[in-house]
């Protein structure tokens, strides 16, 4: 299957590897939900391997997951604490949950892996289905700037030792503001593939799918930290509420 077309895809290549050395540190995202989530219930979407969600839940909320990936829900629930938080295993655009949240989020980009436009707006759709009166929807993403396209479209050496070579390329779709990112191991074993894939979208955009599901743009910054967002931020933290 396609990894356009597979939600469960990343987290079946992925997982293994997910909670190795140099992700981003969890804790000031944490810090930041927390003071949003108003006592919860809190929804994470692509739970993954709970890097968020247990510090939420050991600071006391009632968190809950939807994750596509088996494998990302199998490292989470090997972790303490993991077998307490309820997941629904499926596409986060659907958000087969019930209940009144008052917060959700999306974390590392993960709105981006939502590889269809159409999908991404679903995702807003549903979540503010589920949003409490005045509930928060965090986004955290970053802000494409096409002054990297080109330079991503070349091959890049990821990884080079006495046993293996590890190369990733890209492929920019710029009319539909996807790519797909290939990572090529070779290996005694052979060659080894995992595909990648975003629909990548700028802060403006996103704005105008929250603003069509009924949520409106409350809050916005560069960072956890609350630095402030400007033009030339290469992220964005936005909080959106439900009317």
């Known amino acids: 299957m396609s990894v356009f077309d597979d939600p469960g895809l990343f987290g079946r290549l992925w997982a293994a590897g997910y909670d190795s050395p140099g992700n981003p540190d969890p804790v000031p995202a944490v810090d930041f939900l927390a003071d949003l989530a108003d006592g919860g219930p809190v929804l994470e979407l692509a739970i993954g391997t709970g890097r968020v969600a247990l510090p939420l839940a050991e600071r006391g909320l009632d968190v809950h997951g939807v994750e596509a990936s088996e494998e990302m829900l199998a490292q989470l629930r ?6 307490r938080i309820p997941v629904v295993v499926a596409d986060m655009a659907d958000v087969p949950v019930t209940g009144e949240f008052r917060l959700a989020y999306l974390v590392f ?16 759709r549903n979540v503010a289905r589920v949003l409490s009166p005045g509930g928060a929807f965090v986004i955290e ?29 890209h492929r920019y779709d710029r009319p539909a503001q996807s790519f797909i990112r290939q990572t090529i191991t070779f290996d005694a074993d052979g060659v080894h593939l995992k595909p990648f894939a975003m629909r ?35 992220s964005h933290i936005s909080v959106y509420r439900a009317e």
Request: net charge negative.
């Open 109 to 124: 980009n993960t709105l981006f892996n939502l590889v269809d436009a159409e999908r991404q707006a679903d995702c807003f």
């Open 78 to 83: 090997a972790k303490p604490g993991g077998d």
């Open 200 to 234: 990548y979208a700028w802060p403006h955009q996103i704005d105008e799918m929250a603003q069509r599901a009924g949520l409106r743009l409350t809050e916005r910054y560069a960072d956890w930290h609350r630095q402030p967002f400007t033009a030339e931020s290469s």
């Open 141 to 169: 993403t970053f802000v494409p700037d096409p002054r990297n396209f080109d330079a991503h479209e070349q091959v890049q050496v990821w990884g080079v030792t006495e046993d293996s070579a590890t190369i990733r390329l």
